[in-house]
């Protein structure tokens, strides 16, 4: 399963890149309005920065005017993935970007149903967002093991990147599921690597370590 990023934090995404493990980054209009700074030019940064898809958003809420802005955003670098919502309109405008090569990622994905027709339109990645579900006391995870299934009955390629991942579980069960990507928080990336008996355990070596080079020099 792919790691990306789920930030417009160019502190973040460069700590996550040092680790070795990062593949692309998610962004969205909240992540980026937290930033401060033009869009644009952080959009800019972070390609900079990243060997691997950077998506951003479009905020046009109407076709044509949605493939217009991501003819823009689709000029800062050719790792930008457009990302459209899962509406009507962000199906016709995804069916026209794929048939011209532009990449999308059909975002706010709440349904089998909108997953099935973005993958019809030519979308390449769909995100559900499993943690806005598990917040209305749905399942999130079961919405995944849909499209999943969906997508494996009918031989689709459009890749499922698991979003509005909350915590360390929500990676763990997209990896069960056989999801192509989590896109994670950068407090959740640190997470997963956490285990207390690793500390303890590293505690315990160097102890014994320090205890044993006192004796040795004592001889
Ligand atoms: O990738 C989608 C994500 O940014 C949404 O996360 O936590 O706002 O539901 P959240």
New binding site residues.
Partial sequence: MKLFI?TANLEEIKKACSYGVLDGV?T?P??LSREGSDPIEQLKKIVEVVDGPVSAEVTSLKKEEMVKEAGGLAKIASNIVIKVPCTTEGLAATKELSLTGVKTNL?LCFSASQALLVAKAGATFV?P?V??LDDISAEGMDLVSDIKVIYDNFKINTEIIV??I?HPIHFLEAARIGADIA?V?FAVIEKLMKHPLTDIGIERFMADWDKLKKQLNKE
């Fill in positions: 789920d998610t969205n909240t992540l975002t995100s967002f943690g806005r979003a509005s909350r896109t928080p």
